[in-house]
């Protein structure tokens, strides 16, 4: 749990869920599997007849309490994501999961919904019912899809009657002209003008987003690492509970960004990664041209002043890098 949860929350008795996760109730998975069918919801864990989990859900919608702790996560099968469903899970949130696959995992107690944002396929049934949505869907690799993806989950949990909305962006998207954080910044203002309630929180980048970079450039005889420039992880499990804290709560707006315990310099990751990954390469530091390498090297997307995360660089290197 971050220290500053840590400070504010007293210690619950053990086997508790936090104070923010009490009173939430524990039901039952919602939907019946079907593997091979988008939008379609499956519920992996025991088996349940498709009836009874209809019957389940109209009888809570006439006692008028249906589903009203139900959150649903988007790219629930990502670093973040899957975080995120483990502890609403844990907690006895009623816990949706989306995602563009049909092998869907097996996660008892997690009603997974397959469903392309991006389309829009799927997505209506995913949503229907739900309170509140956690999107930590992105991709990477097609970012620009990412805006018309938002706008398919906003119209989708307008016509449901989703009443809060969390998102997760990035320190610094509103500083740099890079890309990926123009589209990000871009979701951000959105979803403030969706009309639905909203949180968003910036955080900065996960160790394992580090690690996977690294990996890559580690493919060459010499590792490049960006001079002047530092970086700020910050454990994707921290992100993960503050997501679940802003999701059992009300709408909060733009909350304080989330920033890991210190700032490093790139040449000092890629060193540190290199000794901890057992592999032996030179690190040479190369000056990123232009705008965005100075937005950088000036550290927009860090926020020492927001260092609250605990978990460091060096815990994920021992737990999960070093050979
Ligand atoms: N990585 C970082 O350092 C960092 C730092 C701060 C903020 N963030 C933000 O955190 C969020 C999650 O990042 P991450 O690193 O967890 O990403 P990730 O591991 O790449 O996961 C992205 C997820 O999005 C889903 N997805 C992509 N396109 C989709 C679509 N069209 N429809 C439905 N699902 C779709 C993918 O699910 P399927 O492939 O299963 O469909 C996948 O589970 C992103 O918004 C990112 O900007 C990341």
Redesign the pocket.
Known sequence: MLRSLAELTPAPAPGAPPTALRGVRTVRPLAHARRDFPGEAVTSGPAVPSAWCAAEVAGDERKGRAVENTVLV????????REVVARLRGAGVPVRA????TELPEDPGVAWFT????TGAGVDAAVAGVHTIVH?????RHFR?DIP?LRNLIAAARRAGVEHVVN???VGVDRITYPYYAV?LEGERILEASGLGWSNLR????PE?LNTALGFLARLPVVLAPSGTGFQPVDQGEVADRLVELALGGPAGRVPDLAGPQVHPATELARSWLRAAGKRRPVLAVRIPGKVGAGFRAGVHTAPDRAVGRRTWEQYLAERVAR
Do not use: P
């Open positions: 988007t790219g629930a099968t990502g670093v973040l994501g989306l995602t563009r696959r469903g392309d944002l991006a930590c869907a992105s991709d990477a899809q993806a997760i962006s990035i990000k955080a900065t980048q996960f987003l």
